[in-house]
């Protein structure tokens, strides 16, 4: 388990596979607080793929931009 944050100072610009664990919606908007990484994907070709699977699972998967102060 990882706090969302966490996840995205240590992967930025990398895909990642994880499920969401806790998260809270305001208005329509989904913050992500909590995740469990489930992996790294270093290939967009397989990270599309990975997106395009179809799933059941709680399993999501985000391009991580660079966190700017």
Known sequence: MMKWQ???TLYP???V??????SHTEDT???????ALVRVIQD???ATRELLKPSQ????IC???PLTI
Do not use: A, T
């Open 63 to 65: 391009f991580l931009k």
């Open 13 to 15: 610009n990398q895909y």
């Open 6 to 8: 966490e996840v995205r």
């Open 29 to 35: 908007i989904q913050f992500v607080e909590e995740v």
């Open 44 to 46: 967009p070709d397989e």
């Open 17 to 22: 596979l994880f499920e969401l664990l806790d």
């Open 57 to 60: 699972s709680p399993i999501h």
